[in-house]
Every structure is written in C-alpha cells, then in structure tokens.
C-alpha cells in the first residue's frame, strides 16, 4: 500500500515538474518581453 503510494506519488511528480518548468520557462519570457515593452514606453 505505502510503495504503490510513493509510485503514485513519484509518477505525479514526474509528470507535473516539467508541465511546471514549461511555465515557469514561459513566464520568464513573457517577463522579459513585458519589461522591454515597459522600457521602451519610458
């Protein structure tokens, strides 16, 4: 029971860390973009 757990546990992380790097990767870019926006507008 606790080891089908931790598989379980583990398999959700393995699926939702890279869906989470993707955003933050996507994040960043939008940040950099929105300040060069912001920059330009000064």
Request: proline share 2%.
């Amino acid at each position: 029971m606790y080891i089908k757990y931790v598989l379980n546990r583990f398999l959700f992380t393995c699926k939702i860390v890279p869906i989470f790097m993707t955003i933050q990767k996507y994040k960043r870019k939008l940040n950099k973009k929105q300040n060069k926006f912001y920059f330009y507008q000064q």
